[in-house]
């Protein structure tokens, strides 16, 4: 059956959606924690520690989102979670005890799971088929602003009202990030109740290459950019450099929304896996020369701004569109646990060796990417008959 054109207005609507879900959920922690802490006395551990359980959370719960996706169609999906995101704000500022306080975080990582990207996205190409894939390109270039718009609104409302009256204005947007959803269709998808035909052992391998790659990906990039200000503080520059990491991580996604089909999403993968590897490298002569730290935060930040599209896009190269939601929500476990554990394992590495040691450990790692990659881009040729793609024609 042939997928529907996608409205003009979608873009749009969900990228504004996921703008205020990030911005009110996983980037509120980064703006109010300072102020929490004066206001409680709980420590910045106590404070991040609820934006960790919210992860586990999320992990916990998505194999079952495919099936709730196909159950109850995509936009009261996403619908509900921003709902949820709105709630736990309410929560949160009503919360005088670390109880209460994880109890919000646990609705919000439902929440979350519900309406951040990968049920969205999921949602879009259970609509939209392989048409889904520029949309969701647009939808992150939105998205990627959200700490560019909420790090500074959270820091004007904190000059004009406590954290808990600030809070309760989150919840306000989020239901503005709820009405948005309205204009998301809610078609439903029978249950599959057997797995849909696949490719075989080619096909299975890709899952577990796909599955280990964003894994890795994502334990470098969470741990990397949660204590990015160390890196900047240790090689003697301002704080304020850490602005290119947004401005390379919208650029980078803007740059992939006009490059359009010509760069596939196999050629995106390779491309940003070998990119790692020598922007790390540039992070390590920082030492040497200091303009270099600079374009480490510019390059990395493009590069993270990429991953979030591969994570999404990959999967509609190496799978049936309809076995997208299913197969997502399986093979992003081990991301989801490791975009949990990244921080405060990169916080033990930085004791331990110090920032520039850490850096070589991610170093070393961001090989282990590239060559995932590479096994992703030939299992795929060998599945399809062919070779392996040139970055450019």
Not at 54 to 59: G, I, K, N, S
Not at 284 to 298: D, K, P, Q, T, Y
Not at 358 to 386: H, N, P, Y
Request: charge should be positive; aromatic fraction near 10%.
């Amino acid at each position: 059956m042939k997928n529907p054109a996608i409205p003009r207005a979608i873009p749009l609507t969900t990228g504004c959606n996921q703008l205020i879900n990030w911005g009110i959920s996983f980037y509120m922690p980064g703006t109010f924690a300072r102020a929490i802490a004066a206001d409680t006395g709980w420590s910045s551990v106590q404070i991040y520690s609820g934006l960790t359980l919210a992860m586990l959370v999320m992990a916990a719960l998505s194999p079952f989102v495919a099936c709730l996706l196909a159950r109850a169609g995509g936009q009261r999906v996403v619908m509900t979670g921003s709902l949820l995101i709105a709630v736990s704000s309410l929560l949160m500022a009503a919360s005088h005890s670390l109880v209460a306080w994880y109890s919000a975080w646990i609705l919000t990582g439902i929440g979350m799971r519900l309406a951040l990207y990968d049920a969205l996205f999921a949602a879009l190409v259970n609509l939209y088929g392989q048409q889904a894939r520029r949309t969701i390109s647009r939808v992150t270039l939105a998205g990627g602003l959200a700490s560019v718009v909420f790090w500074p609104l959270g820091e004007a409302l904190l000059t004009r009202m406590s954290w808990r009256d600030a809070l309760l204005v989150y919840a306000l947007f989020g239901l503005l990030s709820a009405a948005l959803t309205l204009s998301l269709p809610n078609q439903t998808r029978p249950v599959v109740n057997k797995p849909v035909a696949t490719g075989g052992g080619e096909d299975r391998r890709n899952g577990w290459l796909y599955a280990a790659f964003i894994a890795l990906i994502t334990f470098v990039s969470n741990g990397t950019s949660t204590h990015l200000p160390e890196f900047i503080a240790s090689v003697g520059l301002p704080i304020a450099v850490g602005m290119l990491w947004g401005i390379g991580q919208t650029g980078a996604r803007f740059l992939e929304v006009i490059a359009g089909a010509g760069l596939t999403p196999l050629r995106l993968t390779l491309l940003t896996a070998l990119a790692m590897p020598v922007c790390f490298l540039l992070g390590l002569s920082s030492l040497l020369w200091l303009w270099s730290a600079a374009g480490f935060v510019l390059g990395y930040g493009a590069i993270n701004g990429l991953v979030t599209i591969v994570k999404a896009t990959l999967p509609l190269q190496l799978f049936a569109p309809e076995e997208y939601a299913r197969r997502t929500g399986v093979l992003l476990i081990p991301a989801q646990l490791m975009a949990a554990a990244s921080p405060l394992a990169y916080a033990w590495l930085n004791r331990a060796l110090g920032v520039m040691g850490a850096m070589w450990i991610s170093w070393g790692l961001t090989l282990a990417i590239a060559g995932l990659a590479v096994a992703i881009v030939k299992s795929q040729a060998v599945r399809d008959g062919e070779g392996i793609p040139a970055l450019s024609d």
